[in-house]
Structures are given as structure tokens and as C-alpha cells.
């Protein structure tokens, strides 16, 4: 019970993501099928659905811009500033920050990591390990997307007796850029407001606000 | 221990789309067959290896399906040269024409036949639905 309640905003965030791409698995069946019966051909199973071009397009294309929000704002936050904003540090510490802020090689504490201990490759990789998990996730996304995305587009193509078109066409074709730029301008809007609106706005008790009483001008405090 | 499993998530993603093997055989074997058919004036035959709903869409008021493939003359096919499958779709260049298939519960089916390329537009076809 103690676990489930530390644990309980990683469990909420699971279980609503499970939730969420089981209904886009079916929601997204039920219009693939739609489209078939109009067009003289047969419907699929869930199964076939979910293996399917189709979803794994859609599905990649919305993972890619998620982690490249994350990584732009993990990288983005380390050198730029915002005042006022508890998602920014104070201006005075834009940068990489000092090893004793850092906590790292001598400034560790006897419960740092162990990698923060040490020097070399393996604290820089520690150092660095956030951004390069999203970074590379969001590559891995993004290169899915375009694998994936080349089969529906191709599948697509044929069906409207149409030559497929090869990767390197596809990913300078506007089908690709498309559904990326789309979907990247949503999550800088997100990200844009909420740097901006949490100067202002408060929501009382969440540590992605800053204190009700907080002033407006005050920087990187949070709740 | 997220990580992994993100990126297996990925590896799978992309081997389900690319897919294991393509079987590109089944549709050049069904786009040879029809053109073998109308070959040997088989064309109820090769009525058979159209989709449903392009024998539907091809016969004339007072024709039926053979008919009107016996009177559109199609060339000969000849054999196959190159086959793109994407999905449940597919294209097959045969040495004397391209054809349009579609891969339907009980095997491949002819959706376009007797088919010249436009210019950035579809392929304009002599039989298609």
C-alpha cells in the first residue's frame, strides 16, 4: 500500500497511457475498417490492426514529438532562462552549474550515485544521461515514424494506383514533415505556455507551480 | 529499466511494419496468371482473379465480366520484372503491362490492369475499379 502510494504518479501515468493507446487501438480499427468497406475491401482484426503501418505511424509520429519536447526542454533549460518562471533556474545560474552545486566527484554526498562519484566517461555519461535517454528515444521515435509511415503512405499509394515512393523520398515528402511539424508545434505551444503562464498562475500544491504566495518575479521556485 | 523496454517497444514497432519477409511471388503469380488467362481466351478465368469490385465495375449494361475483358484486347503480359507489396497492396510491372493488386482474404486479386503512368497522377488503367 506504501509502495502503490510513492509510486502512485508513475502508476497513474501507466495506467492512463495503457488505457489511452488501447482506445486508440480500437477507435483507430473501427475508422481503418470503416475506410476498407468503402473502399471494396476487407476488414481487419485488432491484431492485424495494431501490427499494422497505420497505427504504428500514428503512434510513432505522437511518441517522437513528446520525448523531443522533453529533450528541448531538459538541453534548452541548462543554458536559457526565463525569470519568473518556476520551470527556469535564476539567471545567474544558466550554464552547467559548478561541481559543488552538481554534487559530483568531491562535492558527492554518501547517498550520490556512484557514477557521480567518479570521474572520466562514466560521470560525464551520468551527467549527461537524461538528455541522451529522451535525445535518443526521440531519434528511435522519429526514425520509427518514418519506416512506419513509408509503408502506410506506400500502402496508400498503391490503393490509389499510385508508383510507392522510396524512404529517402518519403522523408523529404510533406506526408512526413506533415505529421511531424504538426505534431511539434503543439508540444512547443505546450511547453511555451506553460513556462509563461506559471509566472503568473499558481496551482496550489503542485511542485510544477510555484507557491501561491510566490512572488511573479521570483525564478525557478517551486511548490 | 524503462529504457529497454522503450526501446524494444521501438524494435518491434519497426520489424512489424517493415515485416519478416515480403512475399512478393503471390502477387506476381496472380498478375502472370490473369495475363496467361486472357492469353489463352480464358477470360472468365481471368475474370476470377479480379477483385470483386472491379468485375463489378467493368462490364458494360448487357455484359458481363468476360465479355468485356475479351473486348478491351489487353496486350500480352508477359513476365514479371519487378513487384513492390506494401500492406495489403501491391504493384506489379509485367514485361508488356502493370497491374494494381490487392491481397483479399482468399489470395491476391487484380484491382488494375492494363495500366500507363501519368505524370505525377494515378496510373490511368484500361480495367480498374
Redesign the interface.
Known sequence: MRWLKENSLALAFLVMFLLAVGGQAVAGMLQYNDQQLAQGTEPVSLLKYVASSTFAVDVAENWQSEYLQFFLFIMLTVWLVQKGSPESKEPHKAGAESDEDQQIGRYADADSPAWARVRGIRLWLFSNSLGLVMGTIFLLSWLAQSVAGQAAYNSERLGDLRDPVSWGAYVTSPEFWNRSLQNWQSELLAVLSMVVLSIYLRQRGSPESKPVGAAHTSTGVEG | MR?PL??TA?AL??L???GCAVDTASPARAAEQFHAALAARQEAAACGLL???TADKLPDPGQDCAQALRELRLGPGGRATSV?V??????VRLAGDTL?L?R??DGWRI??AG?E?VRD???K?EV??
Open positions: 529504457f522503450i526501446v521501438l514497432t519497426a512489424t511494419t517493415v477483385a470483386r469490385e513492390s506494401w500492406g495489403e497492396d501491391a504493384q494494381f490487392h483479399f482474404s484491382r488494375a495500366c503512368p497522377l494515378p496510373y488503367c480498374e475499379d
